[in-house]
């Protein structure tokens, strides 16, 4: 004699894997989205560490060249950056230093930022030769 589960627990069984079907996507979204919203925040901290490792390659020699080295010795996403030169770059003159990094973006919710570019910029003073 088999003992077969009764039409309650099947019903119970069932219910659960339709409950399961319904929620999974919604928590694999949210997933997503808590990866990418960390992930901005790491390039936004990325992007504020370049302009920093940038501006203090321009102090000592005020050119975009020197700059975008030091960028890519620092390595990590810094050196992904793209950075622009302005100001007076003459011995001491305040030089403007911009810094732009595109976010990573997760797949499915990368989406929802867009085409955002993140952006920082100090203003240093120059000690180098002019």
Same mark, same amino acid.
């Given at each position: 004699? *088999?003992?077969?589960?009764s @039409? @309650?627990?099947e019903?119970? @069984?069932g219910q =659960? ?10 928590? &694999?979204?949210?997933?997503?989205? +808590?990866?990418?919203? #960390?992930?901005?925040? !790491?390039? @936004?901290? %990325?992007t +504020?560490?370049a %302009? !920093?490792? /940038?501006? !203090? ?6 050119? $975009?060249? /020197?700059? %975008? %080295?030091?960028?890519? /010795?620092? #390595? #990590?996403?810094? /050196? ?10 003459r ?7 911009? &810094?732009r990094? *595109?976010? =990573?973006? +997760? $797949?499915? &919710? #990368? !989406?929802?930022?867009? =085409?955002?570019?993140l952006?920082?910029?100090? *203003?240093v003073?120059?000690?180098? $030769?002019s």
């Amino acid at each position: 004699m *088999t003992m077969r589960p009764s @039409r @309650r627990a099947e019903g119970v @069984r069932g219910q =659960a894997t339709v409950e399961l079907a319904v929620v999974l996507p919604v928590v &694999v979204l949210l997933l997503l989205a +808590v990866l990418q919203a #960390g992930s901005l925040v !790491r390039d @936004r901290l %990325a992007t +504020v560490h370049a %302009a !920093r490792v /940038a501006a !203090r390659a321009v102090i000592v020699e005020p050119t $975009p060249a /020197a700059a %975008a %080295a030091a960028l890519r /010795a620092a #390595g #990590g996403r810094a /050196a992904d950056a793209r950075v622009q030169l302005g100001g007076d770059q003459r011995s001491g003159g305040y030089a403007t230093i911009t &810094v732009r990094l *595109t976010p =990573a973006r +997760v $797949p499915i &919710v #990368g !989406r929802a930022i867009g =085409a955002t570019v993140l952006t920082e910029t100090l *203003t240093v003073l120059v000690e180098g $030769p002019s």
